[in-house]
């Protein structure tokens, strides 16, 4: 396969596909809608989680395992969840399969193994979750219940594409269970900020946090948080969510607990996730036309060093030097490969670690030896330089750290060139056919004016930003009046 | 619930059972024959596949990810393997639900939702990774492949227990593809020298290595290896086994690569896995009429230190030197847990993180703080000594790593107590009913008697045993001539 990719300008979306599968971080597969994640797609995953994992014990929470499957009449206990996700769901009807008599070495379905009862396959957890808390919570003694899961769930998509959308996904879901709304809204809160800290920090992606409108909202939430970044093609994407679900599913699946008091009430809960959408929101963020770019703190590797050598005995020389640079990266605990693999020329090599994203490379030649240098190229900028051996691992890590920090304010600069207010409705469509992005805009706070705005322009309101401006204005449709703007954007 | 719990000699399936749920470890959910992992079991299951993912990746493994569907075409395509799993596949058949015209709220499958092919929720990844092995390899170059994958699998079970036997389980299953028959029978023997180490010196559980006769074998390998542990009762557990697959499922997937000549052939395959039923091992082969003994090198929490005190102004007191000896355990990189809950005893926490197998639990009294002095209580022996505070983290280190080996070394003692010769069927009978345990007896070698033996005693060759003695003697059942004895028992 060709490693050129079709260029972001000429087609970001095909840009988008062609990256995923040459820079072998995710495949399709034969089954529909499903993906395979690959090694180095999925080593960039592991990183991810490693760094949430991390901040959730941080914050108190623990991690355990519930079914992958969920009986119907659980599912349909809360019935606008149920209702949410009935459309897409993944059944199992039968458990065993039997020989085909009418046809030599394949199988059928054996109608004889019919369940009583369909599972679902989990979309979300939430029923088989406040299920199985019924058991766990009877008095304020057992809260909070601070619980996270790492899984894979599945949501039958119509139309899917790698980690943006796909039939079986791979994330994590945070359920607490509290004994007042304020905690349980307290901890909705804090792990927005979690997210919006590990995006930022560690995606190098910047967000906007904010509240979605009650149509935006997770099937059977009382308010749905959410982080929103822009894409390079001035599109939206929703990069995690944290809903605080009231009492509904303590009603659902009564579940009360006896307050210090002995007073029985509903328990209120919450529940969040980011998923391996993430990773699509990753490369539509930073990548460009050679390939990816990774943020050094997530990238599977950071450094590559390639040698450029004639002969064994250069080779030899070339491996030797190689050998201490890697002990002093490893020692900073810099994540580095030596790419001495004979099948493909230095040239080929620049332009596959380009295309896979390795955030600084470092080509070892002869001539730079005598001379006690090496040459470096970082990802972001391709800018190259020259330095010396001396106090190169120390150099690398700073260079690191700056790359962190560059691919970041590139990102949040574009964020800001793009997000602009429009005033009316002509504005707003002018603004959006330009160059999409960002519309802060006046809303009269009615569902059916954001359905009607979604009709004609294909925006959506992705959120209410938290502190918001109050500031007096009129709803780009319907001119009723408005007390702030909101944030408008067509959205992956 | 009371903690109390049913003893081994009355009962030990009660007793496993009982300590299953009352430990904490997992729990029985809505859905039959799937366990929730509760926090503390998922922190034991945690600890034991970071220390298998560390020891893949030094082994040159990578992880990836592939779909929990297998369509029913590529299920078939291996008939042995597919034999195998038939009859235990749970099937998705549908991708929709519907409102209940006739019930308000409930829901029903959209029968115009139907599946033109179903999926089998994956029992093992062989059909669907193979399927895509295929658009990986084409050249020599291309091998070996060293991929694992952590994932849940389906198995429909029809008699359950938590751990033990399961429909869904947490497991991780490598595939590996090889240009030759004997790197893959290489890696074949290198994997199943991982999980022996694993088991026996994280788990501290002894293991026998060996090969599993073809009747005992994966459905569909050429050759199973398999490592096999004595539990308590004297029943035996196959705690991982290690595949040679041959060419067999690069054949079912047409699978070929051009060697080194140009010369195509077809790729060799190997795949190994272990699971969560390795906590059911553990449980059973130390945990005593008290609770679980956990070893202390994967154990969640290894040392808890428990107060003793009178007034606020004891508490104040202890509670500095507490956190004065937790920085100390800390520092060692121990996991330790300070428990200063107010709502329970003393005596009734001894009792609590007995039941849940800490290794080493901390008294801190006020008497004791006066004599700088502190007792220490280890879970394996229950022996209790006073030790100085001097020194005191290093000193715990040190027991954590005797406890280590004295759990590991009492199970040894107990297999080899338990593991004896027969020589005549009588015998063989008889210490079976008597005692159990392994039992070594000369088998002519044939599958028809091995079933008749299975039949009439119950037990079944748990496996040759690599390099095992070559020896003339007669088949326990047949009188048949025999060259080696092999290792029987009844069974998990």
Same mark, same amino acid.
């Given at each position: 396969m060709s490693k050129e990719l079709t260029k972001r300008a000429d087609d970001y979306s095909q840009w988008y596909n062609e990256l995923v599968v040459k820079g072998e971080l995710a495949d399709h597969s034969a089954v529909r809608g499903c993906m395979v994640i690959k090694p180095y797609g999925y080593a960039l995953w592991e990183n991810m989680r490693d760094q949430l994992d991390k901040m959730f014990k941080e914050t108190g929470h623990v991690n355990a395992y519930f079914p992958l499957f969920v009986p119907k009449s659980l599912f349909e206990a809360e019935?606008?969840?149920a209702e949410g996700f009935a459309?897409?769901?993944?059944?199992?009807?039968?458990?065993?399969?039997?020989?085909?008599?009418?046809?030599?070495?394949?199988?059928?379905?054996?109608? /004889?193994?019919?369940?009583? *009862?369909?599972?679902?396959?989990?979309? $979300?957890? &939430?029923?088989?979750?406040?299920? +199985?808390? #019924?058991?766990?919570?009877?008095?304020?003694?057992?809260?909070?219940?601070?619980?996270?899961?790492?899984?894979?769930?599945?949501r039958w998509e119509m139309r899917t594409?790698?980690?943006?959308?796909?039939? /079986?996904?791979?994330?994590? *879901?945070?359920?607490?269970?509290?004994? $007042?709304? &304020?905690?349980?809204?307290?901890? +909705?809160? #804090?792990?927005?900020?979690v997210y919006s800290t590990f995006v930022e920090e560690w995606m190098a992606v910047p967000v906007i946090k904010g509240v979605k409108t009650p149509n935006e909202r997770f099937a059977g939430a009382e308010d749905t948080y959410c982080i929103e970044a822009l894409m390079q093609d001035g599109k939206a994407l929703q990069a995690g969510t944290s809903h605080f679900l009231g009492q509904n599913f303590a009603k659902a699946f009564d579940v009360k607990f006896s307050d210090k008091n002995n007073k029985l009430d509903y328990v209120w809960a919450t529940s969040w996730g980011v998923s391996?959408?993430?990773?699509?929101?990753?490369?539509?963020?930073?990548?460009?036309?050679?390939?990816?770019?990774?943020?050094?703190?997530?990238?599977?590797?950071?450094?590559?060093?390639?040698?450029?050598?004639?002969?064994?005995?250069?080779?030899?020389?070339?491996?030797?030097?190689?050998?201490?640079?890697?002990?002093?990266?490893?020692?900073?605990?810099i994540r580095v490969k030596y790419d001495d693999s004979d099948n493909a020329r230095p040239g080929w090599k620049f332009a596959e670690h380009e295309?896979?994203?390795?955030?600084?490379?470092?080509?070892?030649?002869?001539?730079?030896?005598?001379?006690?240098?090496?040459?470096?190229?970082?990802?972001?900028?391709?800018?190259?330089?020259?330095?010396?051996?001396?106090?190169?691992?120390?150099?690398?890590?700073?260079?690191?750290?700056?790359?962190?920090?560059?691919?970041?304010?590139?990102?949040?600069?574009?964020?800001?060139?793009?997000?602009?207010?429009?005033?009316?409705?002509?504005?707003?469509?002018?603004?959006?056919?330009?160059?999409?992005?960002?519309?802060?805009?006046?809303?009269?706070?009615?569902?059916?004016?954001?359905?009607?705005?979604?009709?004609?322009?294909?925006?959506?309101?992705r959120c209410i930003p938290l502190n918001n401006k109050q500031e007096d204005g009129k709803c780009i449709l319907t001119g009723k009046p408005s007390s702030q703007r909101v944030l408008f954007a067509r959205a992956y």
């Open positions: 019935e606008k969840n459309k897409e769901c993944a059944i199992v009807t039968h458990y065993r399969l039997k020989t085909d008599p009418d046809n030599k070495g394949k199988l059928i379905v054996d109608p /004889e193994a019919k369940l009583e *009862e369909e599972l679902i396959i989990r979309p $979300t957890s &939430e029923a088989i979750i406040w299920n +199985t808390y #019924k058991g766990w919570i009877q008095s304020y003694r057992d809260l909070p219940l601070l619980i996270n899961q790492w899984a894979n769930v599945v594409r790698l980690f943006l959308r796909t039939a /079986e996904f791979l994330w994590q *879901e945070g359920h607490t269970a509290h004994a $007042t709304k &304020e905690e349980a809204v307290e901890e +909705t809160v #804090k792990m927005l900020d391996t959408r993430l990773i699509g929101a990753l490369i539509m963020a930073h990548s460009d036309d050679e390939g990816l770019i990774l943020p050094p703190r997530i990238a599977p590797l950071q450094v590559v060093i390639v040698p450029i050598y004639k002969g064994e005995e250069g080779k030899a020389l070339v491996d030797a030097k190689a050998t201490e640079i890697m002990s002093g990266l490893k020692a900073l605990g295309l896979k994203g390795v955030p600084v490379r470092i080509a070892l030649g002869m001539r730079d030896l005598e001379n006690n240098v090496v040459e470096i190229a970082r990802r972001d900028t391709k800018e190259k330089s020259t330095v010396s051996l001396e106090g190169l691992a120390g150099h690398i890590s700073e260079l690191l750290d700056e790359i962190q920090a560059n691919i970041f304010n590139r990102a949040l600069k574009f964020r800001d060139e793009n997000t602009r207010e429009a005033n009316s409705w002509e504005e707003f469509i002018r603004l959006l056919d330009e160059k999409s992005g960002f519309i802060s805009a006046h809303w009269d706070g009615t569902p059916e004016t954001e359905e009607k705005i979604k009709q004609e322009s294909k925006a959506t309101i």
